[in-house]
């Protein structure tokens, strides 16, 4: 099926540079409308961001171990009253049963407007319940009962560490045909990369499939912490590639950013790259003025191929 892809489209993208005029204009089209990821349960770091990020900005609530429904239900309402649009995640492997199913939904959808969900597997090597996919919660019509019609399914530029290549390609496939019967606006959201090449290559790959790609990037923060998340994920690559470069190491001991790689995906036209999903490991209000900076047209173009964001 992959035969016939060439880099082509990308290599002409990059033969032309851009203006840095042209170049700054694209950053901020790309980081126009993006969503994020709490990383953290302070309802504080909630409340400081209504006067950072646009209204309705979308606010995406992982499901950790140890982190119930009712929880996230709670930080849904919160989120909601501050002015964001809530999206929790719903882990198949640790919903119980469909009735909690059905109570989880309900309550996210009249305690906090909830009609967005990120529906996806979970990392728990078993199941709590008879979900282990997230392709059967969405099969269960729940969703759409109580007004949750907007989905994001995970998707992985640098693969899966436990799930092949063509066994996700098929259930993303079954997805997109589920979604269309069902009536459901189906996207997808990526694990975030350190590095631009393998999301460019993915999500031309994405291209024929009709979906539209929101590409998981991490916010500023530490470099310490940024690979220790990308060691549970998985992010094997990224990782590799990040340590071959002793200079960058070096810089990003001290605050690593997506700077570079959001300048590099901004380039390429035709890609199904809607916009960017920022996971918050630094914090959610620094993530949070870094896109008002660039929002705002603070920051400035650097030759190392990113960009400089001004204080906030």
């Not at 909601?80 to 049963?97: D, E, K, L, M, Q």
């Not at 070096?250 to 300048?263: F, M, N, S, Y």
């Not at 590099?264 to 620094?286: E, Q, S, T, Y």
Request: proline share 7%; with cysteine.
């Amino acid at each position: 099926m992959l035969a016939g892809f060439t880099m082509e489209p990308h290599l002409a993208a990059r033969s032309v540079p851009p203006s840095p005029e042209d170049e700054r204009r694209n950053i901020q089209a790309l980081l126009a409308g993006p969503s994020l990821e709490l990383s953290s349960r302070d309802p504080a770091e909630i409340d400081a961001c209504a006067d950072l990020l646009e209204p309705g900005t979308a606010v995406y609530i992982s499901m950790p171990p140890g982190q119930t429904y009712h929880g996230t239900v709670a930080l849904a309402a919160r989120l909601r009253r501050a002015g964001f649009c809530p999206v929790p995640h719903v882990a198949a492997r640790r919903i119980a049963s469909r009735d909690a199913l059905d109570e989880y939904l309900a309550r996210a959808a009249g305690e906090a407007g909830v009609d967005s969900a990120l529906v996806i597997g979970g990392d728990s090597d078993r199941a709590s319940g008879p979900f282990d996919s997230s392709r059967v919660l969405l099969e269960t019509g729940l969703f759409q009962r109580h007004g949750v019609v907007r989905i994001g399914v995970a998707g992985y530029p640098e693969g899966h560490p436990k799930i092949a290549a063509t066994a996700l390609e098929m259930e993303l496939a079954a997805k997109k045909s589920l979604a269309h019967r069902a009536g459901l606006d189906l996207q997808v959201v990526t694990q975030f990369c350190f590095e631009s090449e393998p999301i460019l290559v993915w999500a031309a790959k994405m291209k024929g499939r009709g979906l539209p790609v929101r590409v998981g990037l991490s916010g500023p923060a530490s470099l310490p912490r940024l690979l220790r998340f990308a060691a549970l994920c998985g992010i094997g690559n990224s990782v590799r590639a990040l340590k071959a470069r002793p200079g960058a190491i070096t810089r990003l001991l001290v605050e690593a950013g997506p700077e570079a790689v959001v300048r590099d995906i901004a380039r390429p036209a035709g890609a199904p790259i809607v916009g960017v999903h920022f996971f918050c490991f630094g914090g959610l209000v620094r993530t949070a003025r870094w896109l008002r900076a660039v929002r705002e047209g603070r920051f400035e173009l650097t030759p190392d191929g990113g960009f400089r964001v001004g204080a906030a």
